[in-house]
């Protein structure tokens, strides 16, 4: 009778990995990362989904992927831990509330108080829109999601994507107007105003729920955007994929050290990484 078990000692690899731009194409496809999906699934590596999508959109691609794995939403605001999980739930340092198919730890502002402080720094002056201001067909235009993914993407906790096309000494401004109210400012594809999480606490959280006293464990992070920074500085092997005008975020290649530039556009690029990773760690 053959064991699903690894010997004991032999690696074991945790992946983190950013959905839009990164896993995900501009037309919100996962096709071209196929082949290092299946091998991911063959080799039982725990795929964790650390995006700044909300727990209803990720929730529509984890089935899509058949991904059982936890996942982080909105930017590292809540950690969704399936209940039949391998995680160490015991080991967590948070307070733990119990959901239907998920233990949640929440570590993201709440949603009401960020909408609040948004619409004090628009009085302001600043010419800001967050989801919440805008209508599921006004976001379907603004994201090229369909109406309904739409609808999901507005369906928000712990942090509030918002637009804003201010020049760049007023987004300073803008940043300094966030922290001041006690909240934390992060940029991706669009602006994110949120609390005192990021994808790195979360990461750094999930680690520990994993970790025990025979295991060996490697962690790896994907991603392509400023919001990463953090992700990528949590694991030990961090990549930048390329964005789709074939460059690189400069400003992450500055700030995480290591950091593995992957030759390749989003799902291209994360797919052709993965595959020799688990080569070089021959994950078994």
């Given at each position: 009778?053959?064991?699903?078990?690894?010997?004991?000692?032999?690696?074991?690899?945790?992946?983190?990995?950013?959905?839009?731009?990164?896993?995900?194409?501009?037309?919100?496809?996962?096709?071209?990362?196929?082949?290092?999906?299946?091998?991911?699934?063959?080799?039982?590596?725990?795929?964790?989904?650390?995006?700044?999508?909300?727990?209803?959109?990720?929730?529509?691609?984890?089935?899509?992927?058949?991904?059982?794995?936890?996942?982080?939403?909105?930017?590292?605001?809540?950690?969704?831990?399936?209940?039949?999980?391998?995680?160490?739930?015991?080991?967590?340092?948070?307070?733990?509330?119990?959901?239907?198919?998920?233990?949640?730890?929440?570590?993201?502002?709440?949603?009401?108080?960020?909408?609040?402080?948004?619409?004090?720094?628009?009085?302001?002056?600043?010419?800001?829109?967050?989801?919440?201001?805008?209508?599921?067909?006004?976001?379907?235009?603004?994201?090229?999601?369909?109406?309904?993914?739409?609808?999901?993407?507005?369906?928000?906790?712990?942090?509030?994507?918002?637009?804003?096309?201010?020049?760049?000494?007023?987004?300073?401004?803008?940043?300094?107007?966030?922290?001041?109210?006690?909240?934390?400012?992060?940029?991706?594809?669009?602006?994110?105003?949120?609390?005192?999480?990021?994808?790195?606490?979360?990461?750094?959280?999930?680690?520990?729920?994993?970790?025990?006293?025979?295991?060996?464990?490697?962690?790896?992070?994907?991603?392509?955007?400023?919001?990463?920074?953090?992700?990528?500085?949590?694991?030990?092997?961090?990549?930048?994929?390329?964005?789709?005008?074939?460059?690189?975020?400069?400003q992450v290649l500055d700030e995480v050290k290591g950091c593995i530039k992957v030759d390749g556009i989003?799902?291209?690029?994360?797919?052709?990484?993965?595959?020799?990773?688990?080569?070089?760690?021959?994950?078994?």
């Amino acid at each position: 009778m053959t064991s699903n078990r690894r010997p004991q000692n032999d690696p074991e690899l945790i992946i983190f990995t950013d959905l839009d731009g990164t896993l995900l194409n501009s037309s919100y496809s996962f096709d071209k990362a196929l082949p290092a999906l299946k091998l991911i699934n063959e080799k039982r590596v725990p795929l964790i989904i650390c995006s700044s999508k909300t727990s209803a959109e990720i929730e529509v691609i984890r089935k899509n992927l058949q991904n059982h794995h936890p996942f982080v939403s909105e930017n590292g605001g809540g950690i969704y831990i399936p209940k039949n999980s391998k995680c160490q739930i015991a080991n967590a340092k948070y307070a733990i509330e119990e959901l239907d198919k998920y233990y949640l730890i929440k570590i993201g502002a709440d949603y009401a108080d960020l909408r609040t402080a948004l619409a004090e720094i628009r009085d302001e002056g600043f010419d800001v829109r967050g989801f919440g201001d805008m209508s599921s067909g006004e976001v379907a235009e603004l994201t090229g999601l369909n109406e309904s993914d739409a609808e999901l993407a507005k369906i928000r906790q712990f942090d509030e994507t918002f637009i804003f096309e201010g020049s760049e000494a007023s987004v300073e401004d803008l940043k300094e107007r966030i922290n001041s109210r006690g909240f934390n400012y992060t940029q991706g594809e669009y602006f994110h105003i949120m609390g005192n999480s990021d994808k790195g606490r979360a990461v750094e959280i999930l680690k520990m729920l994993y970790k025990t006293e025979d295991a060996n464990v490697i962690t790896a992070a994907f991603g392509d955007s400023l919001n990463d920074i953090e992700m990528l500085n949590n694991v030990d092997r961090s990549f930048l994929v390329q964005k789709e005008d074939g460059s690189y975020n400069r400003q992450v290649l500055d700030e995480v050290k290591g950091c593995i530039k992957v030759d390749g556009i989003g799902p291209v690029g994360w797919n052709k990484a993965v595959i020799e990773l688990i080569g070089d760690l021959r994950i078994v």
